[in-house]
């Protein structure tokens, strides 16, 4: 086998097949307690995901159109910050939604840098990855709106969307942002001293890297760091043009998954041929020299991140800590919602988590929850019925009905029954919309969400969002 000049332990061409990001739809531009007049124009908001999402739902939202047929022996990397679960791999909940090979593993990884670990897998092994992260801050903190929630998503395996050049790592044990096990939010050491290690570490990996791939330069450069200190000298030291900082101000720091958001966000305005320097410095540094691939604008599954940064909607305050639990307010006089069982959980998987019909071999029709008789023509599994997904067709609201007792942290929800196109009919809860907003013939779009957590255990399950019947996905 021949070897690349320049690159004596790269074998063969490595990098990003396909991508995705994922933007909640919801932005916090003010978090004064007692505000006395509008909040100053210009300033920083954060991308806030809504009270039935965490870093499991969002994973699946960034994951779900670009990880079908993927082959047994891969790895399903979940990188976050902010696992649901402790001790329980949260990966394997994302693996189940996502109907994947049983054959294919799924791994957790934790911590700030777990998302720059993610992207080296994918871009030298091939892995599927989904960095996702869900950020709180106490209220009022310096630094609250500087954080915020997002997903990305990346498969490896080709090249379509970007092949990687070089790449280099530099660790440094650093105290600079840290959460004990119980502890609900982040520890943060004077970001005045963690800078200067954190920029020195950065420059160290992203000269070594631009050495091993011959390259004086590159057409973009994106940089992804813990101490914003740290990032904007680092963006003046490389000749950074600053769109990765408006990205960021825009959405806050986003954890495990802001290095991939940034390069998602650098691949969707890309054209083929162009180098990027992605740098991640967060405990050290890890940076990756990129070529742009010839398909790059045919591998994003899904919305831009620009685009989904101008479709959000505007969240006030109260409701933000109120969705967070940070600000405990009475609910409804009626009894917490029952929590799931295992065995259950575990026989009706294909419902629960994959959204599965059962299509009846006789007339065709759909039943849900799937079951062992048509609900349509009274044929048996007997007959030739099989399973179908509808998790990724467009349903129709045919009722309904607003819940002004819900458990959730809002006065009310609406509660809709839809008939899907093709075949089925769910009843489910609506999310991210104004419940008075809902109406009939309006098309809805299952999205995967936390429904509620009683005794220590999350139920997951499919909602239904508003959808605009669009096939570009631009």
């Not at 409804?332 to 065995?343: C, I, T």
Request: hydrophobic share 40%.
């Amino acid at each position: 086998m021949e070897l690349k000049e320049n690159q004596p332990d790269m074998p063969d061409p490595t990098g990003i097949d396909a991508y995705a990001a994922y933007l909640p739809a919801y932005a916090l531009t003010d978090n004064r307690l007692d505000p006395t007049g509008p909040p100053r124009a210009g300033g920083p908001s954060r991308s806030v995901a809504a009270y039935d999402e965490d870093s499991i739902t969002m994973a699946v939202e960034a994951l779900r159109h670009l990880a079908a047929g993927t082959p047994a022996g891969r790895q399903l990397l979940l990188a976050t910050c902010s696992a649901p679960y402790e001790g329980k791999t949260s990966a394997g909940v994302v693996h189940e939604a996502l109907g994947l090979d049983p054959g294919v593993g799924a791994v957790d990884l934790r911590g700030h840098r777990a998302g720059a670990t993610a992207l080296d897998l994918v871009l030298r092994a091939g892995a599927l990855a989904g960095l996702a992260e869900v950020r709180t801050t106490r209220p009022g903190a310096p630094d609250e709106l500087a954080q915020g929630d997002a997903a990305a998503a990346f498969v490896g395996g080709g090249t379509a969307a970007a092949a990687l050049l070089a790449r280099a790592g530099h660790t440094v044990e650093l105290l600079d942002r840290w959460r004990l096990p119980g502890d609900r939010h982040d520890r943060v050491w004077d970001e005045r001293f963690t800078a200067d290690v954190l920029v020195a570490a950065g420059l160290d990996a992203a000269r070594r890297a631009l050495a091993e791939a011959g390259l004086d330069g590159v057409d973009q450069v994106v940089v992804s760091s813990s101490n914003a200190r740290a990032a904007a000298t680092l963006r003046r030291a490389l000749g950074g043009s600053g769109d990765d900082a408006s990205i960021e101000r825009a959405t806050g720091f986003t954890g495990a998954a802001h290095p991939g958001l940034l390069l998602a966000a650098a691949l969707d305005q890309a054209r083929p041929g162009q180098t990027i320097l992605l740098l991640s410095a967060t405990e050290g540094a890890d940076a990756f020299v990129l070529a742009v691939g010839d398909a790059v604008a045919a591998a994003r599954r899904g919305p831009s991140v620009r685009a989904q940064l101008a479709d959000r909607r505007q969240l006030g305050y109260g409701r933000y800590l109120r969705w967070r639990g940070l600000l405990d307010v009475q609910g409804p006089a009626r009894p917490a919602a029952p929590a799931p069982a295992s065995p259950p959980m575990h026989r009706r998987a294909g419902w629960k988590y994959r959204l599965e019909g059962s299509a009846c071999g006789v007339c065709g029709a759909v039943t849900t929850p799937p079951g062992r008789i048509c609900a349509a023509c009274g044929a048996t599994g007997s007959d030739g019925s099989g399973t179908v997904s509808l998790r990724d067709r467009t349903a129709r609201v045919v009722s309904v009905t607003r819940d002004h007792l819900t458990t959730m942290p809002e006065p009310e929800v609406a509660i809709v029954v839809a008939d899907v196109d093709g075949g089925g009919r769910l009843s489910a809860y609506a999310t991210d919309v104004v419940p008075a907003e809902v109406t009939v013939g309006q098309p809805m779009t299952p999205t995967f969400r936390r429904l509620w957590t009683t005794d220590a255990i999350h139920n997951y399950f499919w909602k239904l969002r508003p959808t605009e019947e669009s096939t570009d996905g631009q």
